[in-house]
T-cell receptor
Framework: NAGVMQNPRHLVRRRGQEARLRCSPM?????VYWYRQLPEEGLKFMVY????????ESGMPKERFSAEFPKEGPSILRIQQVVRGDSAAYFC?????????????FGNGTRLTVT | AQKVTQAQTEISVVEKEDVTLDCVYE???????LFWYKQPPSGELVFLIR??????QNEISGRYSWNFQKSTSSFNFTITASQVVDSAVYFC???????????????FGSGTQLTVLP
């Protein structure tokens, strides 16, 4: 009964490179949420996806960031042309339905370092 | 707009002391959920509790207890007889709305760093 799986655990990229972060939700969950935690701060919502659909991307930066959750495979958070300010921990959470009836369970996060 | 305030940035206690972490929230909704998460030094987020806005009953789980008071918009967390392993950052979070179709974004507080000294 695996929980939310994120990989890689740590990712180092040079400025200008692309970062791809992967998230596999808990078994049976079809809703995925991405959050970002900047150093010394709380988590901030980025995007909410269901299979093949972006439901709410109000927390996503307008440029360079994109997310997808294909019919098959994990959800991907993609950051193009990374800058030092993108260095953060990125957490993924999943739930089995909308509404507030199920707690959000988080993965262990991906720590992105941009050098 | 929703907001969660954790005024205590850092707290240090000596082992076996009791400690209370404060959480104050703001929301226009009458229906909402409140959460507490623990983030140990290893970095993962551990779910501790969820409470809905209709249930003001306090809850106790082992050494942990939660005091939810709608009148003061507070959801405080107490650890009794603290242990070194309780050292972590603790986040309070709020999720508005219960209707299906509403995105379940969590609004997090900035966290309280708890250090329990031996």
């Amino acid at each position: 009964n695996a929980g939310v799986m994120q990989n890689p655990r740590h990712l180092v990229r040079r400025r200008g490179q692309e970062a791809r972060l992967r998230c596999s939700p808990m078994k049976g969950h079809s809703h995925v949420y991405w959050y970002r935690q900047l150093p010394e701060e709380g988590l901030k919502f980025m995007v909410y996806l269901q299979k093949e659909n972006i439901i709410d991307e109000s927390g996503m930066p307008k440029e360079r960031f994109s997310a997808e959750f294909p019919k098959e495979g994990p959800s991907i958070l993609r950051i193009q042309q990374v800058v030092r300010g993108d260095s953060a921990a990125y957490f993924c959470a999943s739930s089995d339905r909308t509404g507030n009836n199920s707690p959000l369970h988080f993965g262990n996060g991906t720590r992105l370092t941009v050098t | 707009a929703q907001k969660v305030t954790q005024a205590q940035t850092e707290i240090s206690v000596v082992e076996k002391e009791d400690v209370t972490l404060d959480c104050v929230y703001e929301t226009r909704d009458t229906t909402y959920y409140l959460f507490w998460y623990k983030q140990p030094p290893s970095g993962e987020l551990v779910f501790l509790i969820r409470r809905n806005s209709f249930d003001e009953q306090n809850e106790i789980s082992g050494r942990y207890s939660w005091n939810f008071q709608k009148s003061t918009s507070s959801f405080n967390f107490t650890i009794t007889a603290s242990q070194v392993v309780d050292s972590a950052v603790y986040f309070c979070a709020l999720s508005e709305g219960l209707s299906s179709g509403s995105a379940r974004q969590l609004t997090f507080g900035s966290g309280t760093q708890l250090t329990v000294l031996p």
